[in-house]
RNA sequence: GAUCCCGUAGCUCAGUUGGCAGAGCAUCUGACUUUUAAUCAGAGGGUCCCAGGUUCGAGCCCUGGCGGGAUCACCA
């Protein structure tokens, strides 16, 4: 009890005392809610609701609502609290004559505070200072907070004393959402993005499917994995980096049009736009190319941008960037030479690296050709691109997954969404040659040989057995949902659009003093 | 993994040249039946992130560590 601080203690101290009033802390009972903050505040109507002098409406408005008290202002036998519910928040008038014997005095007054869960029940009115409020009638504590809750004020837009401390906010993510109703914003607008999504694909027939993420091989993309084990079968699991090819699986199945919105776990460093596991949503539909995708995700996300704002454009940082079609399409060797001045396509690796250097760019002995290619893109077309660009056709060894292209010797059918200098989405036509895959297949796992960490070492027979059985050409999409999220929320980082984003624990004391326990017995 | 910045009351933050650890809000006591950052009078509340070091004396200076942020590296 010693480290609790003083607000702590008071508050289990009242605790006790609500309890030896027979006030239970934690009511077993729910609480019928009529309305919520933000219905009273829209729907209050002074001709019809605002008593008169002697407490007469025409048509008195009963409402009850539940919620936490987030300030209390008692002035002697009456008081104002603030209520904030789900929808908002509400003023509360909160008399001693309209409650039972001693409630007031005793209990409300004394031992309730900001933060406890109640319910309200009683009649809208507007104050003297012109707020819509509700007069309490019936009063009950619904959950006590044994914490103290930041307490932050707002005065006519200036907000005082917010909460603003990162760490405090991603730890205890609850209080953040208390606090800060742009939070619960954020959340809501991304909730209603794959809400979005899941309805666009619905609409055109795909099927949502659950496909594992215990994988005894991984693959799909270029990550390092989480490792796992299960005990029965006792055997190492990977958890997914992609979904992508047991999508493909259900394609060679039969399934013309596919989807999964899929949490992707990869074994990687954090930052502003990483977090070890996040959302992905991937599609593939038959007999489709990538020309065809493109429309389609042109189409998406206008959609997802008009249902989020209403309108397609949307203000990303410094950017107001416009999602409404079409979209700029460029080749990527195209889009380089615009940049910058040098035309690498069908370059051999030292050409392009002599071009790399030309531009300031360190190169070492490791780096093939693609990845040459990549890293003069990375710095010098990619940040450039802000409003939605396509960019289309990628050297063949940066997509062991995607289809050589019909035409262009040395590429594949692929491209990108690059929006506000960032990647969101990943495309191409699909490869289904089984032949071609697995030569590409073994090419990975060359590189792994090699030392590459992120090329996949282990050659996925069963992939290569159902496209032997025949998988139709196909054109597949992957879409990093929380950078979307980011974008249509206007949140430089991805923790702000992930709930619970990683960070290292917490030093427990208790683990700490164990260690040293540990220590010490060790000699 | 590297570099830079940050860590002081429940929250937001000051803290002088190294010299008794502060403010606002919150909390507690009292007053107040339409207040609204309610007000008025009074009061309490600290592991200054942790561990060492320098010093007569450390929130402040030095070393190491922990945690967070930003940038970079990494990242189909």
Same mark, same amino acid.
């Given at each position: 009890?010693?480290?609790?601080?003083?607000?702590?203690?008071?508050?289990?101290?009242?605790?006790?005392?609500?309890?030896?009033?027979?006030?239970?802390?934690?009511?077993?009972?729910?609480?019928?809610?009529?309305?919520?903050?933000?219905?009273?505040?829209?729907?209050?109507?002074?001709?019809?609701?605002?008593?008169?002098?002697?407490?007469?409406?025409?048509?008195?408005?009963?409402?009850?609502?539940?919620?936490?008290?987030?300030?209390?202002?008692?002035?002697?036998?009456?008081?104002?609290?603030?209520?904030?519910?789900?929808?908002?928040?509400?003023?509360?008038?909160?008399?001693?004559?309209?409650?039972?014997?001693?409630?007031?005095?005793?209990?409300?007054? #004394?031992? /309730?505070?900001? *933060?406890?869960?109640? =319910? &309200?029940?009683?009649? +809208?009115?507007?104050? !003297?200072?012109?707020?819509? @409020?509700?007069?309490?009638?019936?009063?009950?504590?619904?959950?006590?907070?044994?914490?103290?809750?930041?307490?932050?004020?707002?005065?006519?837009?200036?907000?005082?004393?917010?909460?603003?401390?990162?760490?405090?906010?991603?730890?205890?993510?609850?209080?953040?959402?208390?606090?800060?109703?742009?939070?619960?914003?954020?959340?809501?607008?991304?909730?209603?993005?794959?809400?979005?999504?899941?309805?666009?694909?619905?609409?055109?027939?795909?099927?949502?499917?659950?496909?594992?993420?215990?994988?005894?091989?991984?693959?799909?993309?270029?990550?390092?994995?989480?490792?796992?084990?299960?005990?029965?079968?006792?055997?190492?699991?990977?958890?997914?980096?992609?979904?992508?090819?047991?999508? #493909?699986? /259900?394609?060679? *199945?039969?399934?013309? =049009? &596919?989807?999964?919105? +899929?949490?992707?776990? !990869?074994?990687?460093?954090? @930052?502003?736009?990483?977090?070890?596991?996040?959302?992905?949503?991937?599609?593939?539909?038959?007999?489709?190319?990538?020309?065809?995708?493109?429309?389609?995700?042109?189409?998406?996300?206008?959609?997802?941008?008009?249902?989020?704002?209403?309108?397609?454009?949307?203000?990303?940082?410094?950017?107001?960037?416009?999602?409404?079609?079409?979209?700029?399409?460029?080749?990527?060797?195209?889009?380089?030479?615009?940049?910058?001045?040098?035309?690498?396509?069908?370059?051999?690796?030292?050409?392009?690296?002599?071009?790399?250097?030309?531009?300031?760019?360190?190169?070492?002995?490791?780096?093939?050709?693609?990845?040459?290619?990549?890293?003069?893109?990375?710095?010098?077309?990619?940040?450039?691109?802000?409003?939605?660009?396509?960019?289309?056709?990628?050297? &063949?060894?940066?997509?062991?997954?995607?289809?050589?292209?019909?035409?262009?010797?040395?590429?594949?059918?692929?491209?990108?969404?690059?929006?506000?200098?960032?990647?969101?989405?990943?495309?191409?036509?699909?490869?289904?040659?089984?032949?071609?895959?697995?030569?590409?297949?073994?090419?990975?796992?060359?590189?792994?040989?090699?030392?590459?960490?992120?090329?996949?070492?282990?050659?996925?027979?069963?992939?290569?057995?159902?496209?032997?059985?025949?998988?139709?050409?196909?054109?597949?999409?992957?879409?990093?949902?929380?950078?979307?999220?980011?974008?249509?929320?206007?949140?430089?980082?991805?923790?702000?659009?992930?709930?619970?984003?990683?960070?290292?624990?917490?030093?427990?004391?208790?683990?700490?003093?164990?260690?040293?326990?540990?220590?010490?017995?060790?000699?």
């Amino acid at each position: 009890m010693s480290n609790l601080s003083e607000h702590e203690i008071r508050r289990r101290e009242e605790r006790a005392k609500l309890e030896d009033l027979d006030v239970d802390p934690y009511p077993p009972q729910g609480w019928e809610v009529t309305a919520h903050a933000a219905d009273v505040l829209a729907g209050f109507d002074d001709a019809k609701h605002q008593p008169n002098e002697d407490g007469e409406a025409k048509e008195t408005w009963r409402v009850s609502l539940a919620g936490r008290m987030m300030s209390k202002r008692v002035m002697g036998k009456a008081a104002f609290f603030d209520l904030q519910d789900e929808s908002g928040t509400i003023q509360v008038y909160i008399r001693r004559d309209d409650l039972p014997e001693h409630y007031y005095n005793q209990v409300f007054k #004394k031992l /309730l505070d900001i *933060g406890d869960v109640v =319910g &309200v029940e009683g009649f +809208a009115f507007r104050t !003297r200072m012109g707020e819509v @409020s509700i007069h309490v009638e019936r009063f009950e504590l619904l959950a006590k907070s044994l914490r103290p809750l930041p307490v932050v004020k707002e005065v006519e837009g200036q907000v005082y004393n917010e909460v603003t401390d990162k760490e405090f906010r991603y730890r205890q993510r609850y209080v953040d959402l208390v606090v800060n109703p742009h939070v619960r914003e954020v959340f809501r607008k991304r909730a209603r993005l794959i809400a979005t999504l899941r309805h666009f694909l619905d609409a055109r027939g795909y099927l949502e499917v659950e496909t594992p993420v215990l994988q005894p091989l991984y693959g799909g993309a270029a990550a390092r994995p989480f490792t796992t084990h299960h005990n029965a079968l006792g055997m190492q699991l990977y958890l997914r980096i992609a979904d992508e090819l047991y999508l #493909k699986r /259900l394609i060679v *199945g039969g399934f013309d =049009g &596919v989807y999964e919105i +899929a949490k992707d776990f !990869r074994n990687e460093g954090l @930052s502003r736009f990483h977090n070890p596991e996040f959302t992905m949503l991937e599609l593939y539909v038959a007999y489709k190319d990538y020309a065809w995708m493109m429309d389609l995700v042109e189409e998406m996300i206008e959609h997802v941008a008009r249902e989020l704002h209403g309108t397609p454009d949307v203000q990303v940082g410094d950017h107001a960037i416009s999602f409404a079609r079409p979209w700029k399409r460029i080749p990527l060797f195209e889009a380089i030479t615009e940049k910058t001045g040098h035309d690498l396509y069908g370059k051999d690796r030292a050409a392009l690296a002599a071009a790399a250097e030309a531009l300031g760019l360190e190169i070492d002995e490791t780096m093939g050709a693609g990845k040459i290619i990549d890293e003069i893109f990375g710095e010098f077309v990619e940040p450039h691109l802000i409003q939605p660009t396509f960019i289309t056709d990628y050297p &063949v060894e940066l997509s062991p997954l995607a289809k050589k292209h019909r035409e262009k010797e040395g590429l594949v059918e692929r491209f990108e969404v690059i929006v506000g200098g960032k990647e969101i989405c990943n495309a191409f036509s699909e490869l289904n040659d089984p032949e071609d895959q697995r030569r590409r297949f073994e090419a990975q796992a060359r590189l792994a040989a090699a030392g590459d960490v992120e090329a996949t070492r282990e050659i996925d027979e069963d992939y290569l057995r159902a496209l032997e059985y025949g998988m139709p050409p196909t054109a597949g999409l992957g879409v990093g949902i929380d950078r979307l999220a980011m974008m249509m929320t206007d949140q430089a980082s991805i923790r702000d659009v992930i709930l619970f984003p990683l960070l290292r624990p917490e030093a427990p004391a208790p683990a700490t003093a164990k260690e040293e326990a540990a220590a010490e017995a060790e000699p």
